[in-house]
């Protein structure tokens, strides 16, 4: 049974491997990572969040909506940012109950593959775009607190500490 990684975790910092091929264990586990997602009311999960650190990750800006908008991105690579930094209150599933303003570039250009193995090149704005980066991150082993002062970051792994201890959470 797959489970949501909570930080401070040395999975959540490592970096990804990309896919070489998308077999059905890979869309089992997609499906999975949907589930969990949209059980927590997330909006974006990345595999090593759940434990894998593979290039996956799964989003869907209308979680909270009757209408879904699923997005599955398997070995995603930046083609272009937009110039223009926007702030915007980021969560994350691995740090429940914290959220913190970050800048990010508006605009995302990116190619990746779906689950039916094809190539896209899309660009995203807005809260999907928001989403793309910050899932893009965890890949790389970068956690959204990472873009914050080290005094704000190290209150909140302080208190991530805690509650994982509360929790009784290896
Ligand atoms: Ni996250």
Redesign the pocket.
């Known amino acids: 049974m797959l489970k949501l990684i909570y930080a401070p975790d040395p999975i959540l910092k490592k970096e990804s491997v990309s896919i070489p091929q998308l077999d059905d264990h890979h869309r089992e586990l997609i499906k999975q990572m949907y589930e969990i997602m949209y059980s927590a009311n997330?909006v974006?999960?990345?595999a090593p969040?759940i434990g894998l650190n593979i290039r996956i990750f799964v989003l869907d800006a209308g979680s909270r909506d009757e209408e879904k908008k699923p997005i599955t991105m398997i070995n995603p690579k930046i083609i272009s940012l937009h110039e223009n930094k926007v702030p915007y209150e980021?969560?994350?599933?691995?740090?429940p109950e914290h959220f913190a303003e970050i800048d990010r570039p508006e605009k995302i250009k990116i190619e990746y593959l779906d689950e039916d193995n094809s190539k896209k090149i899309s660009t995203f704005t807005g809260f999907e775009s928001r989403i793309i980066q910050?899932?893009l991150?965890?890949l790389n082993g970068i956690?959204?607190v990472d873009h914050l002062s080290r005094l704000k970051r190290d209150v909140i792994i302080r208190k991530m500490r805690k509650y994982k201890k509360e929790k009784e959470i290896i």
Not at 90 to 95: A, I, M, Q, V
């Open positions: 997330g974006g999960l990345a969040q980021e969560g994350c599933l691995s740090f910050h899932e991150d965890h956690l959204f």
